[in-house]
């Protein structure tokens, strides 16, 4: 398994739908995890860190499933300035973050 | 808010040159990152850098490239005799706890 893995999509979802994507990954070792948002040719910002079980924050839901080692990423009520790239981070220990390949999701209208 | 700066925004050099790309980290941070990405593909780690030393590398990053903390604010990463494929976005990314990463506007550099 790679260290980590995410659905390269294209995610194509009409405004107003809710979307989810997984991020699977191999150290069970990891104790933080994170979702950045890409938007095209510009750097990686973060979105949501993910320190327990999950966390929600406004339209955005992250979750985390220890046992089969994946975290999620869920937007509801999506807005066409949702389009972008989202990356999983999961970092292998203090001095690695290493992002999965990024999922693409397009909002349209 | 705080942010991390990176110089120059585009840089373009012919094959076999040497490149500087140079980082200006939030100020109160001690991880220092360098990330590469290829146009269209995913953002590669390239090196962490941790009480003035290289905490972590990549296969990626090889003998061809260093880093540097010249001074109490810049970071610098090093590129020898670059390559065509050398051609990518360099992300610099600071952090405060190793957690979570504050990534600079990327510098663009083409190997012609």
């Known amino acids: 398994r790679k260290e980590v893995e995410q659905d390269p999509g294209p995610f194509n979802v009409p405004e107003g739908a809710t979307v989810a994507f997984n991020c699977t990954y191999s150290?069970?070792?990891?104790?933080?995890f994170f979702w950045y948002r890409q938007d095209c040719r510009k750097e990686p910002k973060l979105l949501m860190s993910?320190?327990?079980s999950g966390n929600e924050d406004g339209r955005f839901t992250a979750q985390l499933n220890r046992a089969s080692q994946y975290i999620s990423l869920l937007i509801r009520d999506s807005k066409l300035s949702d389009s972008a790239t989202y990356l999983c981070?999961?970092?292998?220990?203090?001095?690695?973050?290493?992002f999965g390949a990024g999922t693409r999701l397009t909002v349209k209208p | 808010e705080p942010e991390v700066t990176q110089t120059p925004s585009h840089q373009v050099t012919q094959m076999g040159q040497e490149v500087i790309l140079r980082c200006v980290p939030i100020s109160n941070h001690l991880y220092f990152y360098w990330y590469r990405q290829i146009l269209g593909q995913k953002v590669e780690f390239l090196v962490s850098f941790y009480n003035n030393e290289i905490s972590e590398k990549s296969e990626i990053f090889d003998d061809q490239f260093s880093v540097e903390r010249p001074d109490g604010s810049n970071f610098t990463l090093k590129i020898r005799s670059t390559k065509l494929e050398d051609s990518a976005m360099y992300f610099c990314?600071?952090?405060?706890?190793?957690?979570?990463?504050?990534f600079g506007p990327g510098t663009r550099l083409t190997v012609t």
């Open positions: 981070v999961v970092p292998r220990n203090n001095n690695d973050m290493r």
């Open positions: 990314a600071s952090s405060e706890d190793s957690r979570r990463g504050y």
């Open positions: 150290n069970s070792a990891s104790q933080s």
């Open positions: 993910v320190y327990s």
